[in-house]
């Protein structure tokens, strides 16, 4: 057992899941893929994939990452020869169970991407991998975005969004993904592939399958000649209601191609699978007044739905009154939630959403008199402020992180939906309450979109002992009573899964759930499209595979494995994931086999090519930094020797990074010698201590500016110990000098302080795991800055993005340091804006820029004064929709070159697609990493505004 894989508990049970991979069946499956390492079969490959966001588990037996529609259909007729079951799954941020399984796991995230404007922004075309969000930022110029807005569209891809039918707080059913269909190209499981806009595709779909196409005949008219049926689909439909198949198909259609494209939204991968889609689009409407509106109960918001959505709300989120308490506590509540004395109030979360200023000018005019004449505790104070209104939807989003972060370690927070008519919303939130209450739930919330009648709930629980799973049993039992008693949907957006399996026969009755069973022999005749998911014989079907969440790692025990991290890491389609990386910590808890089987491949898969950039915590729910976890795992790896080490280089660091600088100048003599001597240091060396040298690095930097302390001095500047080891790009002389100009430009007089050239942020050591050596640079630093600062009266300006944010990390490494607390650390970039740009007259622009932004500048909240800038250094400023961390992560992408390859690919073919006159940063090992990515030289975007600026007269 190694110090990077966690000890198994004795007391839980082994897992059943495989460790290695079935040989005849990875020679199989690599049969059918043109690059056989797509076909993933490590015990760490399966562990890591166990799992999705639900509270279910399964191990699969291999995993297939196919490249194109062909390569699927491939696929599929194998699993009809071999009798193999195959899971579609991209995202992996389902909820109800149905991205798991313990057949062929087929990854259609990475290589699924394929992204075209369609109808001048009306309409995309667009392949499972993307996630929502890539989708909307890439319509963004034309105005437009998909229909469907789930609250995961920084994480769910299109593939879920089609298998589930997804929708959202505003789209409703109007604008759902069925809704929006254009057309698809979809693969049956016999391997046929058609595509549903193409004029002849009834006709093809008639030729090449034609008992379904008969199937498909019968079937619709079966349906429609039977006014039950069409009765109980027409209500259930009027609802969001993904539970089952999306039978009204056989309502709203009459060909069978048309009929099938529409069954398959919704079918989570159990008829066929969808290899891209047609959708069309809604324009954005940008301009919004928001308000958190509070009655006095459930029943008095409800009510007030009808004029508000006659007045133009376009959402209206319902919080109950223990999610306004749970809302009260968020530091962010403004004044008139958290003054409340919340018994038994409700909360109603409304916006209006118009296309320009003046048109939300007459809609608020129309709705103030409806919304003076309902029964409010609060007065309503519609706001169009950004932050306030950010701050509303931040309560709102809240929720989750709240209760989620909350819960007892070990438990597994669960997030349900349901559906009801909207007269009976009031008596099921209180009903539901009611359950948590009986069964001892507590903590647990009720949420949602009331305009829909949908609502949310959590609750917590855990599922390795008895009792619990009993109360589970019992609390899910009664709470199908009570939806179903209110004649609502038990699946609102989620999807059946597993989770509802055994209620399908009971919401739709016996006639229609035959024609869904009909439905599915019809289309997958051998079973092996996500077997067990939407229908099963087994009554107990959502009480087995459950997972059990082990207490492991305290940076990381809140995980709730939604998979939001996954889309900002760098690491993502190179190793591991955060999520991953997680999931294989706690697997290697449970299963002392699993643990013994990825011991050897964790270290590289997780530990090492883990860019700690924290990026992970900026998207996830419950403000998990995975690399906090990394990095303490590099540090039990270094023993005491390793330790003095890191604190010798720190206490001489002035002769160390000088070093540095010399030995890349020397290298940049003579290139290939010193790629040949790197590449020989990796294969005697652990690689994670040997950089690989490579013609793109560039040469040793200068010397930083001297110590100066003028008479009166304005700022203390850090000039960073990046510029000394790393030249700037041809022409220019580094972004410190720039700043330094910058500000005698503005007339601002700038200290250096004494010392500096043996000052660092600390982030190498810190990043590496060396802790004694973090330590004694950041008590160097603050030393050096206490009477440079004047004790903290002078603000610490810094010229990198990344060193600024390990300067503002020092607490962490002296929280017993009163000093810290008072010193000030801003980066140059914002402090140009607030302070120099205002000051200074722009003389000449560039046409265009590529800007860069950084990991660091997302945490330290600057990304607009980032843009701020570089709009004052060109006329068009264009960031890239596939930016995210270059992974470069100071040296990491030296020492693991193939990180940055990985997470800069699809930055790179954007700035290929559009060519500008300039590329920026603000953060030198960034700018390298992107110039090797993109041919292009980047800079540090003061460096630009130093050479187009002069003083204001």
Known sequence: MTATTPRPATDRPASSGPVVAPPDLVTALRGVVADPDRVRHRAIDLAAHANDASHYLLHPQALVLPADAREVADLLRLGVRDRLALTFRSGGTSLSGQGVTDGVLVDTRAHFRGFEVLDDGAAVRVQPGLTVADVNARLARYGRKIGPDPASSKACTIGGVVANNSSGMACGTEFNTYATLRSMTFVLASGTVIDSAHPDADDELRHREPALYAGLDRLRDRVRGNPHSVERLRHLFSMKNTMGYGLNSFLDHTRPIDLLTHLLVGSEGTLGFVAEAVLATLPVLPHAATSMLLFGDTAAATDALPALLEAGARTLELLDARALVVAQSDPRAPESVRGVDVDGHAGLLVEFQTATAEELDAVQADAEPVLAGLPLTREAGLTREPTARASLWALRSGLYTAVAAARPSGTTALLEDVSVPVRTLPSTCDGLTELFDRHGYEGSVVFGHAKDGNVHFLVNERFDDKASLERYRRFTDDMVDLVLGQDGTLK?????????????????????????????????????????????????????????????????????????????????????????????????????????????????????????????????????????????????????????????????????????????????????????????????????????????????????????????????????????????????????????????????????????????????????????????????????????????????????????????????????????????????????????????????????????????????????????????????????????????????????????DSATREEAADVAARPTEAYASCNRTCEIGMTRATGQSYRHVLELLAERCAPRT
Request: aromatic share 4%; with cysteine.
């Open 492 to 900: 609102a957006e989620h999807g059946t899964g597993r989770i509802m399996t055994p209620f399908v026969r009971r919401q739709y009755g016996d006639e229609l759930y035959d024609v869904m069973r009909e439905l599915k022999a019809l289309a997958d005749p051998t079973g092996l499209l996500n077997p067990g998911i939407i229908l099963s014989d087994r009554p107990d079907a959502h009480l087995r595979d459950l997972k059990t969440v082990p207490t492991v790692d305290p940076e990381v025990d809140a995980c709730v494995e939604c998979g939001y991290c996954e889309p900002v890491c760098p690491s993502r389609h190179v190793t591991t994931t955060p999520r991953q990386r997680i999931v294989l910590r706690r697997a290697a808890a449970k299963d002392p086999a699993v643990a013994a089987a990825i011991a050897d491949d964790y270290p590289y898969d997780a530990v090492d090519t883990c860019a700690a950039d924290g990026m992970c915590a900026t998207a996830c729910p419950v403000r998990i930094n995975t690399g906090d976890l990394m990095k303490r795992l590099r540090a039990e790896r270094h023993g005491a020797r390793a330790q003095a080490a890191g604190k010798a280089a720190a206490q001489h660091w002035d002769g160390v990074s000088g070093t540095a600088r010399v030995a890349l100048r020397a290298a940049a003599t003579v290139p290939g010698l010193a790629a040949a001597a790197s590449g020989l240091a990796r294969r005697v060396l652990p690689e994670d201590l040997v950089p690989l040298y490579s013609p793109e690095v560039p040469s040793g930097g200068d010397t930083r500016p001297a110590a100066v302390y003028p008479p009166d001095p304005t700022v203390v500047f850090f000039p960073t110990c990046l510029h000394q080891v790393f030249a700037p790009e041809s022409g220019s002389d580094g972004a410190g000098h720039a700043f330094l100009r910058l500000c005698a430009a503005a007339g601002i007089a700038v200290a250096v302080p004494e010392g500096i050239e043996g000052m660092c942020c600390g982030t190498p050591w810190e990043s590496k795991g060396f802790t004694a050596g973090g330590a004694a640079m950041a008590r160097r630093v603050v030393d050096g800055l206490w009477g440079s600062t004047q004790q903290g009266r002078l603000p610490v300006v810094v010229d990198a993005s990344s060193c600024t944010h390990g300067l503002a990390g020092l607490d962490d490494l002296l929280p017993e340091d009163e000093r810290v607390g008072r010193l000030r650390i801003e980066d140059a970039v914002a402090f140009t804006v607030r302070e120099i740009l205002p000051a200074l007259s722009v003389t000449t622009k560039a046409a265009s820029l590529t800007l860069h932004p950084t990991c660091s500048t997302t945490h330290l909240g600057i990304g607009e004064d980032l843009r701020t800038v570089a709009e004052a250094v060109a006329d068009e400023v264009v960031v890239p929709t596939g930016w995210g961390c270059c992974g470069y992560a100071g040296d990491r992408g030296m020492l693991h070159p193939e990180l940055t």
